[in-house]
């Protein structure tokens, strides 16, 4: 298969982390560029990146490049572009358009031009909630065109059905936990586990579950597209492990979903989830690992003045119950990271969430 360059994408400030990841997974000559990861693939590394891949947003394909100095230009090239060998004639397409210091400045206008020359050159209709993405960059004059691969984006990993207030997105969590030196090999545990996303992540890392094998994927629309490649990706068995991985949290809601979600993802029989006070947190029978925990932040959920006591009392029990575990901390507040008091707290560069910006925080106890 002809080799093109993928494009992994991931919150700023995280590209290291998931380069770390797609280098892992066996691609080479990997770099991390503002927004995301590039490497170089065939279709087949397309599918197995959105099948494997647990920090990615989402995998874009660059089909092609071409200069174009006004639209007529742009038509006309856009319709010579080989439509026919990536997309299905009767399935909607999408374009998204964006333009920087090039003489074709008005993005709406180069858009509906590369629409145009899609569904005059092979008939796809435009438009639609599941329409494959065409996304259009044009920066100092030169086209870029690249395809949406993944369609819905990868947090959705389609087992998780049940979330609770202000969720951490699994490829985040994924991120995280990564920066963190987690590498599956090790017990991990969340005293306020919400919907159980760090434990069950860990669970499917340890075992070895892709994280993409309850979904689908928009390049299942595309021409070229092999079934059986894709099957045989998904009927991959789990890894027997020895490894435990544990939530806790004081709502009896979240550990009703933590454990269903748990049972969705196939990792019921080593995840453990139970109702309880971050005060009444106890060190499970295991060796050392990671404590990851996404806490209130008081700008969305309760009152922050209220959480300094919460986070100490958290701090408290972590340095009484965990010596020699990992803690990471994400929360938007650094006042309230240094209320735990703990050891050697450092953190890292702040990232989007949710609307907000937060941090990591980490610390070796």
């Not at 000559?29 to 891949?53: C, H, K, S, T, Y």
């Not at 068995?237 to 933590?258: E, V, Y």
């Amino acid at each position: 298969m002809t080799k093109m360059t993928l494009f992994a994408v991931c919150p700023p400030g995280l590209e290291d982390v998931l380069l770390a990841e797609v280098t892992s997974l066996g691609w080479s000559g990997a770099q991390a560029i503002p927004g995301g990861v590039e490497f170089a693939g065939d279709w087949q590394d397309v599918w197995r990146a959105n099948m494997w891949l647990r920090g990615a947003t989402r995998i874009l394909a660059r089909l092609g490049s071409f200069r174009a100095f006004h639209l007529a230009q742009l038509d006309k090239r856009a319709r010579k572009f080989d439509w026919a060998s990536v997309l299905r004639s009767y399935v909607p397409v999408k374009v998204e358009a964006t333009s920087r210091r090039s003489k074709i400045y008005h993005a709406g206008a180069a858009k509906q031009r590369v629409e145009r020359a899609i569904s005059e050159t092979i008939g796809a209709p435009i438009g639609g909630d599941d329409a494959i993405g065409i996304k259009v960059r044009i920066e100092d004059d030169l086209v870029t065109i690249s395809l949406d691969t993944s369609g819905e984006s990868l947090h959705k990993r389609g087992h998780k059905e049940a979330v609770g207030k202000a969720p951490m997105r699994e490829t985040l969590a994924a991120l995280f936990m990564r920066s963190c030196g987690y590498d599956g090999q090790e017990p991990l545990l969340d005293p306020m586990c919400g919907s159980g996303t760090f434990p069950i992540e860990a669970a499917e890392w340890a075992m070895g579950l892709a994280p993409g094998r309850a979904r689908s994927f928009a390049f299942e629309q595309l021409a070229g597209f092999e079934a059986e490649t894709l099957a045989d990706m998904r009927a991959l068995s789990p890894t027997p492990i020895p490894l435990r991985f544990f939530g806790s949290d004081r709502n009896a809601g979240a550990i009703q979903m933590a454990q269903a979600n748990a049972q969705r993802a196939g990792v019921q029989s080593v995840t453990s989830f139970e109702q309880a006070a971050i005060s009444d947190l106890k060190r499970p029978d295991t060796a050392p690992g990671l404590v990851m925990i996404n806490p209130p932040y008081g700008a969305r959920i309760g009152n922050k003045k209220l959480l300094y006591g919460l986070y100490g009392s958290m701090g408290q029990v972590l340095m009484d119950q965990f010596q020699g575990w990992r803690v990471g901390i994400v929360t938007s507040d650094t006042s309230l990271a240094r209320a735990t008091g703990l050891p050697r707290l450092k953190n890292g560069a702040p990232l989007p969430h949710g609307g907000l910006k937060v941090r990591l925080f980490q610390s070796q106890l």
